[in-house]
Protein backbone atom coordinates (compact mmCIF):
# COMPACT_ATOMS: atom_id res chain seq x y z
CA UNK A 1 0.00 0.00 0.00
CA UNK A 2 0.96 3.63 -0.53
CA UNK A 3 0.35 6.83 0.80
CA UNK A 4 0.55 10.25 -0.64
CA UNK A 5 0.62 13.19 1.46
CA UNK A 6 0.75 16.79 -0.48
CA UNK A 7 1.69 19.87 0.96
CA UNK A 8 2.30 23.86 -0.33
CA UNK A 9 -1.15 24.90 -1.57
CA UNK A 10 -1.72 28.24 -0.62
CA UNK A 11 -3.08 31.69 -1.62
CA UNK A 12 -0.70 33.37 -4.00
CA UNK A 13 -1.10 36.42 -5.98
CA UNK A 14 -1.02 36.37 -9.94
CA UNK A 15 2.99 36.31 -11.04
CA UNK A 16 3.96 34.66 -7.31
CA UNK A 17 5.37 31.61 -6.72
CA UNK A 18 4.42 28.35 -4.66
CA UNK A 19 6.08 25.12 -4.11
CA UNK A 20 4.22 21.97 -3.74
CA UNK A 21 5.86 18.79 -2.05
CA UNK A 22 4.56 15.46 -1.72
CA UNK A 23 5.38 13.09 0.48
CA UNK A 24 5.29 9.26 -0.46
CA UNK A 25 5.55 6.42 2.25
CA UNK A 26 4.86 2.54 1.29
CA UNK A 27 6.97 -0.14 -0.87
CA UNK A 28 8.36 0.45 -4.39
CA UNK A 29 7.92 4.22 -4.14
CA UNK A 30 10.98 5.38 -6.02
CA UNK A 31 10.76 2.70 -8.32
CA UNK A 32 7.55 4.23 -9.53
CA UNK A 33 6.75 7.30 -11.95
CA UNK A 34 4.55 10.09 -9.99
CA UNK A 35 2.76 13.18 -10.98
CA UNK A 36 1.22 15.96 -10.50
CA UNK A 37 -2.44 16.43 -11.82
CA UNK A 38 -4.75 19.33 -11.07
CA UNK A 39 -8.41 19.84 -11.22
CA UNK A 40 -10.62 23.34 -11.22
CA UNK A 41 -14.05 23.74 -10.41
CA UNK A 42 -16.34 22.20 -13.11
CA UNK A 43 -13.49 20.97 -15.13
CA UNK A 44 -12.01 17.45 -15.52
CA UNK A 45 -8.53 16.53 -13.92
CA UNK A 46 -5.63 17.25 -15.92
CA UNK A 47 -2.06 16.45 -16.31
CA UNK A 48 0.43 18.73 -15.22
CA UNK A 49 3.59 17.43 -15.03
CA UNK A 50 5.03 13.64 -14.57
CA UNK A 51 8.14 11.84 -14.13
CA UNK A 52 9.87 8.79 -14.21
CA UNK A 53 11.91 7.19 -11.66
CA UNK A 54 15.04 8.32 -13.70
CA UNK A 55 14.30 11.77 -14.05
CA UNK A 56 12.50 11.90 -17.10
CA UNK A 57 9.85 14.98 -17.42
CA UNK A 58 6.85 15.77 -19.27
CA UNK A 59 4.57 18.52 -18.83
CA UNK A 60 1.14 20.46 -19.92
CA UNK A 61 1.87 22.86 -22.88
CA UNK A 62 0.04 25.47 -20.22
CA UNK A 63 2.66 25.22 -17.89
CA UNK A 64 5.64 24.55 -19.84
CA UNK A 65 8.48 27.34 -18.68
CA UNK A 66 6.60 27.72 -15.66
CA UNK A 67 6.41 24.92 -13.65
CA UNK A 68 9.49 22.52 -12.82
CA UNK A 69 8.81 18.93 -11.44
CA UNK A 70 11.23 16.82 -9.70
CA UNK A 71 11.96 13.78 -6.80
CA UNK A 72 14.17 13.45 -4.26
CA UNK A 73 14.23 9.43 -4.36
CA UNK A 74 16.54 9.60 -0.61
CA UNK A 75 13.69 11.23 1.01
CA UNK A 76 10.45 9.44 -1.40
CA UNK A 77 9.58 13.37 -2.06
CA UNK A 78 8.35 14.74 -5.29
CA UNK A 79 8.27 18.40 -5.77
CA UNK A 80 5.92 21.08 -8.21
CA UNK A 81 7.97 24.47 -8.30
CA UNK A 82 5.66 26.67 -9.35
CA UNK A 83 6.54 30.44 -11.22
CA UNK A 84 5.00 33.21 -12.69
CA UNK A 85 1.58 31.70 -11.62
CA UNK A 86 -1.60 32.70 -13.52
CA UNK A 87 -5.52 32.79 -11.81
CA UNK A 88 -6.24 29.94 -14.38
CA UNK A 89 -3.76 27.80 -12.10
CA UNK A 90 -6.60 27.96 -10.04
CA UNK A 91 -7.25 23.78 -8.55
CA UNK A 92 -6.87 21.65 -6.27
CA UNK A 93 -3.18 19.87 -7.19
CA UNK A 94 -3.20 15.71 -6.60
CA UNK A 95 -0.13 13.74 -6.30
CA UNK A 96 -0.06 10.52 -8.27
CA UNK A 97 1.81 7.26 -8.32
CA UNK A 98 1.82 4.71 -10.94
CA UNK A 99 2.81 1.22 -9.37
CA UNK A 100 1.44 -0.55 -12.91
CA UNK A 101 -0.89 0.57 -15.57
CA UNK A 102 -3.77 -0.23 -13.64
CA UNK A 103 -2.77 0.68 -10.11
CA UNK A 104 -2.42 3.97 -9.67
CA UNK A 105 -2.74 5.89 -6.23
CA UNK A 106 -4.00 9.96 -5.16
CA UNK A 107 -3.13 11.72 -2.54
CA UNK A 108 -5.74 14.29 -0.66
CA UNK A 109 -5.55 17.04 -2.86
CA UNK A 110 -3.96 20.31 -1.58
CA UNK A 111 -5.75 23.57 -2.88
CA UNK A 112 -4.03 26.12 -5.11
CA UNK A 113 -5.47 29.42 -5.79
CA UNK A 114 -4.44 32.59 -7.60
CA UNK A 115 -6.16 35.68 -7.28
CA UNK A 116 -5.54 39.53 -6.20
Known amino acids: QVQLVESGGGLVQPGGSLRLSCAASGSGVSASPMGWYRQAPGKQREMVAT???????NYADSVKGRFTISRDNAKNTMYLQMNSLKPEDTAVYYC??????????WGQGTQVTVSS
Open 96 to 105: NLRRTPTITY
Open 51 to 57: ITTSGST
